[in-house]
C-alpha cells in the first residue's frame, strides 16, 4: 500500500503565491511518476503538472504553465508544487498523485481559495 498526504492548501489573494507538498509512504521501490490535479466544485478533476523523474522532463496543463512549476525530492518521496499569480479560477482541491507498479494512488486532497 502507498499514502500520500497532502499539504500547504489554504485562502490566498488574487496574485498572491502557496506551495503545496505531498509526502509519499509506503510500498514505494525506485522513482515513480508524481502528479497533481485539482477539482473544482462541480467539475471533473483536472490534470495540472506531472513529473517522470528528478531533473527530468515536466509537464503542464495550458492553464496554469508558466505559473506554477512540479519539482520532487526523490530521498524524501515528496513531490512540490509551486502556484504563484494565483487566480480565483485556481480555486479547487488539489490532488496528489503516484503511480507505482502501474497502480495509481490518490492523496485526501487540499483546499485552494483564490480571492479576488
Known amino acids: 500500500q502507498v499514502q500520500l498526504v497532502e499539504s500547504g492548501g489554504g485562502l490566498v489573494q488574487a496574485g498572491g503565491s502557496l506551495r503545496l507538498s505531498c509526502a509519499a509512504s509506503?510500498?514505494?521501490?525506485?522513482?515513480?511518476?508524481m502528479a497533481w490535479y485539482r477539482q473544482a466544485p462541480g467539475e471533473q478533476r483536472e490534470f495540472i503538472a506531472g513529473?517522470?523523474?528528478?531533473?527530468?522532463?515536466?509537464n503542464y496543463a495550458d492553464s496554469v504553465k508558466g505559473r506554477f512549476t512540479i519539482s520532487r525530492d526523490n530521498a524524501k518521496n515528496t513531490v512540490y508544487l509551486q502556484m504563484n499569480d494565483l487566480k480565483p479560477e485556481d480555486t479547487a482541491v488539489y490532488y496528489c498523485?503516484?503511480?507505482?507498479?502501474?497502480?495509481?494512488?490518490w492523496g485526501q486532497g487540499t483546499q485552494v481559495t483564490v480571492s479576488s
Open positions: 498523485n503516484i503511480v507505482v507498479i502501474g497502480k495509481s494512488y
Open positions: 509506503g510500498s514505494i521501490f525506485g522513482i515513480n511518476p
Open positions: 513529473a517522470i523523474t528528478t531533473g527530468g522532463r515536466a
